[in-house]
């Protein structure tokens, strides 16, 4: 069973920073993309970053380049957001997710809350 | 960047009655589209990949159609568990866009 188990969001201030972690089982984690999505308070969702298996190709939204870093241990089996100068429009649930071919996502985590806040 | 627009944004049916969901690309996506469903409090589902292919485990009243700018999600007959708000996606190039969603709601 494919599990995507995310830690680390909470309460930052505007400027701060936060690293955000995912466990995964289930399968075969140097095959298979990642990415992060997120999703504001009542609204829709949000493609942040995505990270090829080999972790040799990053992709970044707009909104989150030059600030957020994608990042991948396969050995461990765990991707990694770290999130710089935060802003307020980054409070979101942020969600862990399973790429597949063409980089639509199968499985989802919990998700976990990034506030941004003074 | 793709725009991708859901229309209605939301759809009110009763238990056993037909939904189709549209979801338009501002430029060719070809067939790399996917459909999600959310409920409240929870993680989105994978519905459908490359515009009309199922997830695994997903029941076949749900069914995609379409390709290049116009997509449909049908769900055949609805039941009480459908009640959701529903998302497309296209994969067909970067940055990867959803649209703003559609909610099925019970009339």
């Known amino acids: 069973e494919v599990q995507l188990l995310e830690s680390g969001g909470g309460l930052e201030q505007p400027g701060g920073s936060l690293r955000l972690s995912c466990a995964a089982s289930?399968?075969?984690?140097?095959?298979?993309?990642m990415a992060w999505v997120r999703q504001a308070p009542g609204k829709g969702l949000e493609w942040v970053s995505a990270?090829?298996?080999?972790?040799?190709?990053?992709y970044y939204a707009d909104s989150v380049k030059g600030r957020f870093s994608i990042s991948r241990d396969n050995s461990k089996n765990t991707l990694s957001l770290q999130m710089d100068s935060l802003r307020a429009d980054d409070t979101a649930v942020y969600y862990c997710?399973?790429?597949?071919?063409?980089?639509?996502?199968?499985?989802w985590g919990q998700g976990i809350l990034v506030t941004v806040s003074s | 960047e793709i725009v991708m627009t859901q229309s209605p944004a939301t759809l009110s049916l009763s238990p056993g009655e037909r939904a189709t969901l549209s979801c338009r690309a501002s430029?060719?996506?070809?067939?790399?589209l996917a459909w999600y469903q959310q409920k409240p409090g929870q993680a989105p589902r994978l519905l459908i990949h490359?515009?009309?292919n199922r997830a695994t485990g997903i029941p076949a009243r749900f069914s995609g159609s379409g390709s290049g700018t116009e997509f449909t999600l049908t769900i055949s007959s609805l039941q009480s568990e459908d009640f959701a708000v529903y998302f497309c996606?296209?994969?067909?190039?970067?940055?990867?866009?959803f649209g703003g969603g559609t909610k099925v709601e019970i009339k």
């Open positions: 997710t399973k790429g597949n071919i063409g980089y639509y996502f199968d499985y």
């Open positions: 996606q296209q994969y067909n190039n970067w940055p990867l866009t």
């Open positions: 990270i090829t298996g080999s972790a040799d190709t990053t």
């Open positions: 289930g399968f075969t984690f140097r095959n298979f993309a």
């Open positions: 430029q060719s996506v070809s067939s790399n």
């Open positions: 490359r515009s009309s």
